[in-house]
Antibody, heavy 119, light 112 residues
């Protein structure tokens, strides 16, 4: 059974770096074809794909966030990570990680972690 | 970026009614490898999204067969044949053919 759970700071100040962790079970990020994606959703609004990391270490970021995103993984501990630098209030959202089996094929989702950027 | 336009934005239905949601893309979603990476998700109130349909028309495991997907190129449709109370929420289409992957704006299904 595949499960994912996000964790993060809850609240942080503008210009700081947001660090999120996705802890998962039921699959390995070293297995061919497996991936983890990060998606966010401002309160009451739609979904935005941020980034994905694959079993072979390849990463893909949404260019709308320019070079602010970094995704990485710790295969031995079944974790994936997202860093967002220079946050501002527009980054306030619920952040989800999702098991990704193909292009935009998000078949299992975490419960989401709410992040608020505020001074 | 590919823009996915969902209509209607809100849909009111009675239990047992059949409804359809449209997702129109600003570019063809047919990939050069022959696949069309258009999928449908449902987000129930207060919950994470869940995958319903992938690759236009393939039903995700465990999803009731009252859900069906169709379409090609730039026009896609999700149909629910006989709405049940548990189907209420916001439906999103998402495309993975062109980077960056993008979502439609959502269609909220509510009870009439």
């Amino acid at each position: 059974q595949v499960t994912l759970k996000e964790s993060g700071p809850g609240i942080l100040q503008p210009s700081h770096t947001l660090s999120l962790t996705c802890s998962f079970s039921g699959f390995s990020l070293s297995t061919y074809g497996m991936g983890v994606s990060w998606i966010r959703q401002p309160s009451g609004k739609g979904l935005e794909w941020l980034a994905s990391i694959w079993w072979n270490g390849n990463t893909y970021n949404n260019p709308s966030l320019k070079s602010r995103l970094t995704v990485s993984k710790d295969t031995s501990n079944n974790q994936a990570f997202l860093k967002v630098t220079s946050v501002d209030t527009a980054d306030t959202a619920t952040y989800y990680c999702a098991h990704t089996r193909g292009w935009a094929y998000f078949d299992y989702w975490g419960q989401g972690v709410m992040v608020t950027v505020s001074s | 970026d590919v823009v996915l336009t969902q209509t209607p934005p809100t849909l009111s239905a009675t239990i047992g009614q059949s409804v359809s949601i449209s997702c129109r893309s600003s570019q063809s979603l047919l990939h050069s490898n022959g696949n069309t990476y258009l999928h449908w998700l449902l987000q129930r109130p207060g919950q994470s999204p869940q995958l319903l349909i992938y690759l236009v028309s393939r039903l995700e495991s465990g999803v009731p067969n009252r859900f069906s997907g169709s379409g090609s190129g730039t026009d896609f449709t999700l149909k629910i044949s006989g709405v049940e109370a548990e189907d209420l929420g916001v439906y999103y289409c998402v495309q993975g053919t062109h980077a960056p992957w993008t979502f439609g704006g959502g269609t909220k299904l509510e009870l009439k």
